[in-house]
Nanobody, 123 residues
Framework: QVQLVESGGGLVQAGGSLRLSCAAS????????MGWFRQAPGKEREFVAA????????YYADSVKGRFTISRDNAKNTVYLQMNSLKPEDTAVYYC????????????????WGQGTQVTVSS
C-alpha cells in the first residue's frame, strides 16, 4: 500500500505554467509505475502521463505531448508533472496514481490514488 498526496494546483492564465507534485509514502516507491490522470466535469477520467519505475521511460497523452513533462525523484519519493503552455482545455482535477504492474494508460490498472488537485486555466 502507498499513500499519495498531490500539491501545486491553482489558477493560471493561458500560456502559463504550473508544476504539480505528488508525495508518496513508504520505501517501496520504486516498485510502482506512477501516473497522472485528470478529470473535468462531465468527462471521463483520462490518462495524462506516466513514468516507469526507474524513470527511464515516459508516456504521454497526445493532447499534452510537447507541453507536459513527467519526472520522478525516487530519493524523495516524489513524482512531478511540469505543465507548460497551458490551455483552458487543461482545466481539470489532476490525480496522481500508483500502479504495481506495467500498464500505463488505463486508470483501472492503478490501485492507489491521491486526493486530486485543481488546475484552472483562464483564457
Amino acid at each position: 500500500q502507498v499513500q499519495l498526496v498531490e500539491s501545486g494546483g491553482g489558477l493560471v492564465q493561458a500560456g502559463g505554467s504550473l508544476r504539480l507534485s505528488c508525495a508518496a509514502s513508504g520505501r517501496t516507491f520504486t516498485n510502482y509505475v506512477m501516473g497522472w490522470f485528470r478529470q473535468a466535469p462531465g468527462k471521463e477520467r483520462e490518462f495524462v502521463a506516466a513514468i516507469s519505475r526507474a524513470g527511464w521511460n515516459t508516456y504521454y497523452a497526445d493532447s499534452v505531448k510537447g507541453r507536459f513533462t513527467i519526472s520522478r525523484d525516487n530519493a524523495k519519493n516524489t513524482v512531478y508533472l511540469q505543465m507548460n503552455s497551458l490551455k483552458p482545455e487543461d482545466t481539470a482535477v489532476y490525480y496522481c496514481a500508483a500502479n504495481s504492474g506495467s500498464s500505463y494508460y488505463t486508470a483501472g490498472m492503478y490501485a492507489f490514488w491521491g486526493q486530486g488537485t485543481q488546475v484552472t486555466v483562464s483564457s
